[in-house]
């Protein structure tokens, strides 16, 4: 069984330029999670989808970030324009189901933002 | 006050003892509880998981969940230096939607 893939996995832009992340889950997961990891923390959930429909997005900052699952399958989440704030790892990950499923984690975009 | 709380550490034990690793958070009506083991510069990877009160054991790993004191553990027995790592705590919490909230995770490092 594939991973949950993600793409780049790295980039590096300047402070109010914009940028774009890539997600494909796990084939049959229903729910895809995007989270933002910032160097010594743990994981923040910014946006979780059920299908193509949007679970939780409250903590997502969204004056600057947006996200989307078209046909439920793949999503991307995009930041512009980005601020020095936004350096992390984006984590992408998916589960068959929501709420107590076991979630699978991506590799991980590593964003700097300079 | 934070949904999970860990301790960050850095937590050391020598090689075959165990560690422990604790974590409480706050809501609840939380259902599910997972760990998950991050190496530096790589994604989480589940561990294991629990939803009920008690213990549950995977090989050298069990975790315990005590949900009226709203905290949860994980024991690592005979611990390794592949045991090396950042261990999350991670929470699901019903009352907001099933939303999951990790904790800032405990490092731990095995001495050989």
């Known amino acids: 069984e594939a991973g949950v893939a993600q793409s780049p996995r790295y980039k590096i832009i300047e402070k109010r330029q914009s940028v774009a992340f890539w997600c494909n889950p796990i084939?049959?997961?229903?729910?895809l999670y995007w989270y933002q990891q910032i160097l010594g923390q743990g994981p923040k959930l910014l946006i979780q989808?059920?299908?193509?429909?949007?679970?939780?997005d409250s903590q997502l900052p969204k004056d600057r970030f947006s996200a989307e699952r078209l046909k439920g399958v793949d999503s991307t989440l995009k930041i512009q324009p980005a601020k020095l704030e936004d350096s992390a790892v984006y984590l992408c990950?998916?589960?068959?189901?929501?709420?107590?499923?076991?979630?699978?984690f991506g590799p991980g975009t590593r964003l700097t933002v300079l | 006050q934070k949904e999970v709380e860990q301790n960050s550490g850095p937590l050391s034990v020598p090689e075959g003892a165990i560690a422990s690793l604790n974590c409480t958070y706050s809501?609840?009506?939380?259902?599910?509880f997972f760990w998950y083991r991050q190496y530096s510069g790589k994604s989480p990877e589940l561990i294991m998981f629990?939803?009920?009160?008690g213990d549950k054991e995977d090989g050298r790993f069990t975790a315990q969940l005590n949900k009226a004191s709203q905290y949860v553990s994980l024991l690592i027995r005979d611990s390794q230096p592949s045991d090396s790592a950042t261990y999350l705590c991670?929470?699901?919490?019903?009352?907001?939607?099933?939303?999951?909230?990790f904790g800032t995770g405990t490092s731990l490092t095995v001495i050989p």
């Open positions: 990950a998916s589960s068959w189901d929501i709420g107590t499923d076991t979630q699978y």
């Open positions: 084939s049959g997961h229903a729910t």
């Open positions: 989808f059920q299908n193509n429909g949007v679970v939780d």
């Open positions: 809501d609840r009506g939380s259902q599910s």
């Open positions: 629990i939803y009920s009160n």
């Open positions: 991670a929470v699901n919490e019903a009352n907001t939607g099933n939303q999951f909230y």
